[in-house]
Structure formats: structure tokens, C-alpha cells
């Protein structure tokens, strides 16, 4: 009897340890922000998320659930430090630029993650507050200061060669003037772009604005992954508001059962389905599209937003193109 009773201890041992271990959720341990001590409009904020996770579980920033005062300067980066009890050291680090002065409520981050288990589902960072300086005096107008007076130059030596000379400095002077405006020119059109989507109402408006500075910028950097980054937040951000579930925590796949089940036009999903899986290709699997394609995706944006447009809300803005 007793060696039956041992063998059966034995077999339930050997089954309790062939048995799968149960993955454990992921933790946020840490959560730093690095930044200058006066936070003025485009500063940027450094966010460092420190997370414990499972070995060899894959955990990422849901990057279209930031709040649409702060933009997204550069795609998260992602370090991985092996601890001795079988989990990881994950740390994140990315950086916001926020577009509006006063402050800005930064709401828990979702993190998405994936167990080696197969397992799925979001842990979320504590909140925080950006104090953003506004660079305007309390008056709210900026009083413009005299002209200096004109310096005084001595006439040029009687030896120099002042016909070649002076036409060589003319042409330099003009160069360097040129190249000031169109880049003034421009960082005031990507200003004003973002600046208002904080005065827009409507969550179209919103949306476009967002659309607006993706494509002025892109003409300017040619940045392909902030450019189709951006395109995917503003996309996902507008159909979270305007619909009422969490598009921005879904992966492209969930995004569009979700829409369907919502009933939603079926044109509307197949096309916010197809820029999203475009936009997932550009930024994770490094896929280059060509500069017809990028003009044609920005188009798409468009057209998501518009779809579901109040009749009586319309439209006040062109498109802004892209090259």
C-alpha cells in the first residue's frame, strides 16, 4: 500500500511541475521626467518608465493615448536589463514637446504588453503635470523695442578690390538672408498648426489641425516614421473621441472589429484599417514608401475625419500637401 501511495506522490509531483507557469502582469517601478527648470511652448520633457515584466515579454508605449497638447518628438526607446528571478528590467524613455502654455494634465500612459504565455493586456503609468511657461508678459502683448543706433564704418583700404569683393558679400548677405526666412517661414507654420488644435472645438477640427502639422513638417524634415507616427495618433486619437472606445489602446486588427461592431460605415473602417496597417509598417517594420504614397496616406487621413462630420459642422480648412 505505502509504495502505491509514494508512486502516486511521485506522478502528481511530475505533473504539478510539467504544468506551464502562469505569467505575471507586468509593474511600473519608476517613473521619472527629466526637462529644463522653465518649460516654455516645443521644450522638450524627457519621460523614463521603468517596468518589470516576464522574461522575454514584449511591452510597449501606446503612444496614440498622450493627450493632444503634448506631441510625441521621437519614437520611444526601449532598454532591457535580465533581474535574477526570472523577470526583466524594461525601460522606456521618449520625449513629449508640449504645444500650449499653462498646465498640462498628463493622464496615466497605457503600455501595452504581450506574455511569453500568449497573454495580453495594458498596464498603466501614474499620472503627472507639465508646467509650461508662456513666454508672452502678463499682459498678454509684447511692447517693441527701438531700433539700435546704426553703427559707423570707416571707408574700405584704397588697395582692396571693392567691385569683387562687394558682390561676392552681396551674394553671401542674400544667401544667408534667404535661408532665415523660409526657415522662419516654416518653423511659424508648424507653430501656428499646432497652436490650434487648443482652440478648436470639434473633434474634427482637432483632428485636421494635428493632420496639418504632420504634413508641414514632413515637407521640411522628410522624417518618415515621425510623419506616419503622427498620422496614426491624430487617426486614432479622433476616432477614440468622436466614438467613445479606446482606439488608441487597440491593435489595428482589434480596431476594426471594434468598428464593425459599432456598426460604423464600412468604407470608414476599411480605409482607417488600411492607413493604420500602412502607418504600423512605416514605424515598426521600417517599410519606405515612396513620396506619392505618403501624399495619398495623408489624403486618407483626411477622409477618416470627414466621414463622420456633423452635417452641420463643416469643414474650414484645406489639406496640406506633402512632397
Known amino acids: 500500500m505505502r ?21 505575471e502582469d507586468p509593474v511600473v517601478v519608476d517613473l521619472r521626467i527629466d526637462s529644463a527648470p522653465v518649460i516654455t511652448v516645443g ?20 503612444a496614440a493615448g498622450l ?6 518628438v521621437d519614437p520611444p526607446e526601449t532598454t532591457r536589463l535580465p533581474l535574477d528571478n526570472g523577470r526583466e528590467q524594461v525601460t522606456i524613455t521618449f520625449q513629449l514637446a508640449p504645444f500650449i502654455a499653462g498646465e498640462v494634465f498628463m493622464p496615466a500612459m497605457p503600455l501595452r504588453y504581450t506574455n511569453p504565455d500568449g ?31 546704426q553703427a559707423e564704418v570707416g571707408a574700405a583700404p584704397l588697395t582692396w578690390p571693392l567691385p569683387a569683393l562687394g558682390g561676392l558679400i552681396a551674394a553671401c548677405v542674400l544667401l544667408i538672408i534667404t535661408a532665415l526666412v523660409r526657415r522662419r517661414v516654416v518653423k511659424y507654420k508648424i507653430t501656428r498648426a499646432l497652436q490650434r488644435v487648443a482652440v478648436l472645438s470639434g473633434p474634427e477640427d482637432v483632428a485636421r489641425a494635428a493632420l496639418d502639422a504632420a504634413g508641414v513638417r514632413f515637407t521640411t524634415t ?27 489602446a487597440l491593435t489595428t486588427r482589434e480596431l ?7 456598426g460604423l460605415d464600412r468604407w470608414q473602417v476599411r ?29 486618407a487621413a483626411y477622409e477618416i475625419v470627414e466621414m463622420s462630420r456633423p452635417a452641420e459642422e463643416p469643414a474650414h480648412r484645406e489639406e496640406v500637401p506633402v512632397s
Open 67 to 72: 493627450p493632444p497638447e503634448v506631441a510625441l
Open 222 to 248: 522628410g522624417d518618415l516614421v515621425a510623419y506616419y507616427t503622427a498620422l496614426g495618433n491624430a487617426v486614432r486619437n479622433y476616432l477614440t473621441v468622436r466614438y467613445g472606445f479606446p482606439a488608441f
Open 119 to 149: 497573454s495580453s493586456g495594458i498596464v498603466q503609468t501614474p499620472s503627472s503635470v507639465i508646467e509650461v511657461t508662456s513666454v508672452l508678459p502678463s499682459a498678454g502683448q509684447v511692447t517693441p523695442r527701438d531700433l539700435k543706433p
Open 43 to 62: 521644450d522638450r520633457v524627457t519621460y523614463t518608465i521603468v517596468v518589470e515584466v516576464d522574461t522575454g515579454a514584449g511591452i510597449a508605449l501606446a
Open 256 to 262: 476594426e472589429a471594434e468598428m464593425m461592431r459599432l
Open 3 to 23: 509504495p502505491a501511495i509514494a508512486a502516486l506522490l511521485v506522478a502528481f509531483g511530475l505533473v504539478l511541475t510539467s504544468l506551464p507557469a502562469h505569467a
Open 271 to 299: 480605409v482607417a484599417g488600411g492607413l493604420l496597417s500602412q502607418c504600423d509598417a512605416v514605424v515598426y517594420a521600417r517599410y519606405r514608401p515612396a513620396g506619392e504614397r505618403a501624399d495619398a496616406d495623408l489624403t
